[in-house]
């Protein structure tokens, strides 16, 4: 089976602008999570999605946002884009939301 | 909340020698799943071994392997023959059903040839 795919894999955008990142899943998986990693806070949850539906939530304001196709693929917003969103942006699927995650190589943000 | 924590920022290890990497969590359930995952400089996030809490006995894949203590909620992984490949950073993880994959800091792990 093919891995998760992330797309694009590095962005480089400005301050104020808006980004999309995408996920692909491995095939049969519906469970599709985000996180971002940071050297400073390390591995932090955004949101978890479930057959099209955001099963969790992590603590990040309202900028960010997700969502989830019926194809299970999923992807990611953040608006309005501050110094501080660079990061890398991980992807994971699973079967179920309660099983190993399985992560994409990453969409590295960096905002200038 | 749930807590995971890695006390050993970093580590080494000779080639062909064996390292322990620790890892505690906090947490009053006792339905759990808890991880080992591996990222290495390339930072694709890889799955090293998975350990259910209703099992006593430790998971082990190939040369890793964990030491799993319930009651004192540690979460120890092992890993033997050490090859410059291991040489990565090491997260503990830790899932409960409805909730989300928590992470601990990590420890960076060398590998001296």
Redesign the interface.
């Known amino acids: 089976k093919a891995g998760v795919t992330q797309t694009p894999r590095y962005l480089i955008k400005t301050r104020g602008q808006q980004v999309t990142l995408s996920c692909s899943p491995i095939s049969g998986h519906r469970s599709v ?1 985000w ?1 971002q990693q940071t050297p400073g806070q ?2 932090q ?1 955004l949101f ?1 999605y479930f057959s099209e539906t955001q ?2 939530k ?1 603590n990040f304001p309202g900028r960010f946002s997700g969502r989830q196709f019926s194809n299970s693929r999923s992807e990611m917003n953040v608006s309005t884009l501050e110094l501080g969103d660079s990061a ?1 942006y ?1 992807c ?1 699927s699973s079967p179920d ?10 969409t ?1 943000l960096t905002v200038t | 909340a749930q807590t995971v924590t890695q006390s050993q920022p970093e580590m080494s290890v000779q080639e062909a020698e064996t390292v322990t990497l620790s890892c505690t969590y906090d947490t009053s359930e006792s339905d759990y ?1 808890l ?1 080992w ?1 591996k990222q290495p400089p ?6 090293v071994i ?1 350990q259910e809490a209703y099992k006593q006995q430790n998971a082990t894949e190939n040369r890793f392997s964990v030491n799993f203590q319930k009651a004192a909620k540690s979460f120890s992984l092992k890993i033997s023959d050490s090859q410059l490949g291991d040489a990565a950073m090491y ?1 503990c993880a830790y ?1 409960e ?7 601990g ?2 420890t960076r792990l060398s590998v001296i040839a």
């Not at chain 1, 309660?98 to 190589?105: M, N, S, V």
């Not at chain 2, 059903?97 to 992470?103: A, D, G, S």
């Open positions: 999570s996180y390390g591995l949850f978890e099963r969790n992590g890398l991980l994971a939301y309660y099983y190993e995650q399985y992560f994409g190589p990453g590295r | 799943y991880f995952y390339s930072r694709q996030m890889i799955l998975r997260f899932r059903r409805n909730t989300p994959l928590v992470f800091k990590g």
